[in-house]
Each structure stands twice: as structure tokens, then as C-alpha cells.
């Protein structure tokens, strides 16, 4: 079946730090891909997406390639700030809108 | 700014009890999804619903659990008899198939804890 695997956590950086959160995936067909970010006692917000190969989705300074040669969609951000802490998840669409979890990211920055 | 709420926010109960926790997903969307989360297991689909038809309730108890869509704007998910394995945060997401089809719009869950 489909799934989605992610770098384990926790992860703590210091403030304007480089970010690398890896995911990989596997998925029959095309699926979209998706980053989910989660901040303290809230639900998951929509962060970023790409419904397909080579697209590059980007939100708040974050940015993700859709890579099919190496089935991973990584999150980067060039500087991150304490704001940034949060759980984020990788995710695919299984098609039917039904998604596929990652099991999340858990990553702490320091002042 | 469209969102999805969830009331209660938070509950505690005694095992044995009944709960039901209610979902209003965003005005239009079609799709309205149940979730779990613990720190064990993660984040899992319990049930999910399209046009307010069950389309997959596999990840659910079904000796328990229930989940149902009385109307296009309020979806519930009901335990019974509650247990203490049950405690975790119940998240629903909605979202609308046919346009941004795969995006979920998550609510602010409910905190369960059984005792």
C-alpha cells in the first residue's frame, strides 16, 4: 500500500538556521503531496502542496520539490525562526481525497 | 475566514460513558473526514464521508464507535461505551471534491480523556 515515511524527530535548530525535514514516499500512479504543519494545541494546517512531478510548492518561506526519480519531497527553509516550532507531517493523496500520513516531525527552534 | 469547528474542545468522561463530538465543516465543502490522534499511532482516518454518504468507515471500531452526517453541516462521532484506551485528540477535516481536490481543512479537534 501507499505510505509515507519522514525523517525522525525531534529536530532543534537555532534561530536562521537552514531546515531540511525529509520525506519519502510510495504510491502506485501520481499522487499530490502535501506538507502539513501543526503548532501547539491546534489541528493541521495546509502548508504547501504539488500534484506533480517537479512542481515546487512554497508558502511562508518554505519550499518543497515533487522529486519522482527519488519519490521524496523534502521541506526546506533557508532561515527558520522560532515561530517555525511545530509538528509537521508529510502526506500523499490516495486518491478519493483519502490522505496518507507521515508520522510527523517534531521541530524545536531555540532562540 | 472559513473554518472548520469542533465542539467540545475538551472532555472527560468515565469509562463506560457515552461521548459525541460534533463537526461543522466549512460551508460548501462535501467531503468531511474523522481522524485520531495519538502519540502512539500517529495520525489515523477513522471514517470518512462524501455528498454526507459513509464512503469508508475501516479504520473505525464498529463495536463502539459510530459516525454520521444528519445534515450537510454537522457530522458526529459517538462512542459507546467509552474506554480508557479511547483518550486522544479527534481531529475533522473537510474539504470539496472537484475543486483543490485533495486539500483538507482541518478543525481544532477535541481532546478526549477517559478515566
Known amino acids: 500500500g501507499n505510505s509515507v515515511t519522514q525523517m525522525e524527530g525531534p529536530v532543534t535548530l537555532s534561530e536562521e538556521a537552514f531546515l531540511t525535514i525529509n520525506c519519502t514516499y510510495t504510491?502506485?500512479?501520481?499522487?499530490?503531496l502535501f506538507w502539513y504543519v501543526q503548532y501547539p494545541g491546534e489541528g493541521l494546517q495546509l502548508l504547501l502542496k504539488a500534484t506533480k512531478a517537479d512542481d515546487k510548492g512554497s508558502n511562508k518561506g518554505f519550499e518543497a520539490t515533487y522529486r519522482k526519480e527519488t519519490t521524496s519531497f523534502h521541506l526546506e527553509k533557508g532561515s527558520v525562526q522560532v515561530s517555525d516550532s511545530a509538528v509537521y507531517f508529510c502526506a500523499l493523496s490516495e486518491g478519493a481525497q483519502k490522505l496518507v500520513f507521515g508520522q510527523g516531525t517534531r521541530l524545536t527552534i531555540n532562540p | 475566514d472559513a473554518r472548520v469547528t469542533q465542539t467540545p474542545r475538551h472532555k472527560v468522561t468515565e469509562m463506560g460513558q457515552e461521548v459525541t463530538m460534533r463537526c461543522q465543516p466549512i460551508?460548501?465543502?462535501?467531503?468531511v473526514f474523522w481522524y485520531r490522534q495519538t502519540m502512539m499511532q500517529g495520525l489515523e482516518l477513522l471514517a470518512y464521508?462524501?455528498?454526507?454518504?459513509?464512503?469508508?468507515d475501516s479504520g473505525m471500531p464498529k463495536d463502539r464507535f459510530s459516525a454520521e452526517m444528519p445534515d450537510a453541516t454537522l457530522a458526529t462521532l459517538k462512542i459507546q461505551p467509552s474506554e480508557p484506551r479511547d483518550s486522544a485528540v479527534y481531529f475533522c477535516?473537510?474539504?470539496?471534491?472537484?475543486?483543490?481536490?485533495?486539500?483538507?481543512?482541518f478543525g481544532p479537534g477535541t481532546r478526549l480523556t477517559v478515566l
Open positions: 464521508f462524501r455528498n454526507r454518504a459513509p464512503l469508508d
Open positions: 504510491a502506485t500512479g501520481y499522487p499530490s
Open positions: 477535516a473537510s474539504g470539496y471534491r472537484g475543486l483543490d481536490t485533495d486539500t483538507q481543512y
Open positions: 460551508l460548501g465543502h462535501n467531503t
